[in-house]
């Protein structure tokens, strides 16, 4: 099973909850935990592993022969990204812009463009010491494009059969929040008691149900604003699943990078039994797609 912690804002607490699940989890389950927040992944503070294997991500970008290229304009039109440009007597590539789909290079027609690795980022997974099966991806700074590597991620190290996977996304409601999403068997969308929470999840449940994921809500902070969140629940019929208090001894003790479950081991039971509610619920969902 693959659960995506997602959340339509930053700061509502998305990695607390999804290292959490997994801390609360690990005696029980075989756990694999993917950092998608390739941006500024920082699940390992709470998680802790030791990283033993890296990988350099890149994406495939093209490469012109001026000698082959006859300057018909091809690839210049196929190109959705706005990634190639013909100026004067040369096509000019901007590899920034480029996704690396491929479509410049297929519809050449006289196979002048070779595919070259661009590095984007890295790739690094290890142990974390409850034997969780970390990983995640990493951006270089100023590097645009965090999609390809959130997929390269995902790819990397496939699961072990029966084998839980834990996804912690990058916030808002971008292109990486759907690659993330892509493939989940359950979205959790963290959020908090606020207009601005409402706000943001209407944002992100618009793409989980267009990927037809069940959903369920976990509330954060509860306690510092109003019941917006159950307006939601009763308009979108998305149940609230677990609701984490405010509390000032929570907050000081996850910026000094202590756990949630660690500031509050009775919380551990809390996340199992929503472990369990959202198994019954893609069990659920499963049957009636049958
Ligand atoms: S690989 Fe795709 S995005 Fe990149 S230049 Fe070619 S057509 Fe454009
Ligand atoms: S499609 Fe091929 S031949 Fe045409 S401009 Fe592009 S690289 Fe040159």
Redesign the pocket.
């Known amino acids: 099973m693959r659960i995506a912690v997602a959340s339509g804002k930053g700061g509502t607490g998305k990695t607390t909850v999804a290292t959490s699940l997994a801390l609360s989890l690990a005696n029980e389950q075989n756990i694999r935990f993917l950092d998608c927040d390739v941006e500024a992944p920082n699940a390992h503070l709470f998680l802790n592993p030791s990283f033993t294997k890296r990988q350099d991500a890149a994406i495939l970008i093209p490469e ?1 022969d001026a000698e ?9 039109e196929v190109c959705q990204f706005h990634a190639l440009a ?1 100026v004067g007597k040369s ?1 000019l590539t901007f590899a920034q812009l480029c996704h690396g789909c491929g479509s ?1 290079t297929w ?4 196979n ?2 070779q595919e070259i690795p661009n590095p984007i980022g890295k790739l690094e997974s290890g142990l974390t010491p409850e034997s969780i099966q970390f990983s995640r991806g990493v951006l270089t700074i100023s590097e645009p494009m965090s999609t390809p590597i959130i997929r390269q991620l995902k790819r990397w190290e496939q699961p072990q059969p029966e084998q839980l996977t834990i996804l912690d996304s990058p916030p808002g409601a971008s292109c990486a929040v759907v690659e993330t999403l892509r493939g989940a068997d359950f979205a959790l969308l963290v959020t908090e008691p606020t207009p601005f929470g409402l706000h943001d999840l209407n944002q992100i449940i618009g793409i989980v149900q267009e990927f037809n994921i069940p959903a369920g809500v976990v509330v954060n902070r509860d306690g510092i604003g109003n019941d917006v969140i159950n307006a939601f629940h009763d308009k979108h019929n998305i149940p609230v699943l677990l609701r984490i208090p405010f509390s000032l001894e929570i907050a000081a003790g996850l910026s000094a990078g202590t756990s949630l479950i660690e500031i509050k081991p009775d919380l551990r039971q809390e996340f199992l039994h929503m472990f369990t509610q959202i198994t019954r619920i893609v069990k659920t969902t499963e049957e009636g797609e049958k």
Request: proline fraction near 5%.
């Open positions: 012109i082959q290229c006859t300057l018909c304009g091809k690839c210049v013909k096509i410049c519809n050449c027609p006289v002048a463009i």
